[in-house]
Nanobody, 115 residues
């Protein structure tokens, strides 16, 4: 049974930084493309970034240049380094395969950007 557990969220001031982590279990992690997604209050969940099994990355336009996705296959963990955060980045952040698998959504981790 695949489990994805996100962590690292919190309250941060605009312009600050956070690093999110997502650890996988029950899966052959290395062969899958992984993604980060987010859902802001009152909005639909949206894709944020992807890292392929080979390490190629891709980003949604609103976060390009501010977010960096990476993975550590030995630890079965995918990271999202976020810098120069904006208030509009406030959301619950999730990881999943890319494309996402509906049954694999975890609890997410709350990121609140506020002064």
């Amino acid at each position: 049974q695949v489990q994805l557990v996100e962590s690292g969220g919190g309250l941060v001031q605009p312009g600050g930084s956070l690093r999110l982590s997502c650890t996988a279990s029950g899966t052959i992690f290395t062969i899958y493309n992984m993604g980060w997604y987010r859902q802001a209050p009152g909005k639909q969940r949206e894709w944020v970034a992807t890292v392929t099994s080979g390490g190629t990355t891709n980003y949604a336009v609103p976060v390009k240049g501010r977010f960096t996705i990476s993975r550590d296959n030995a630890k079965k963990t995918v990271y999202l380094q976020m810098i120069r955060l904006k208030t509009e980045y406030t959301a619950v952040y999730y990881c999943n395969y890319f494309p996402a698998v509906g049954s694999y959504w975890g609890q997410g981790t709350q990121v609140t950007v506020s002064s």
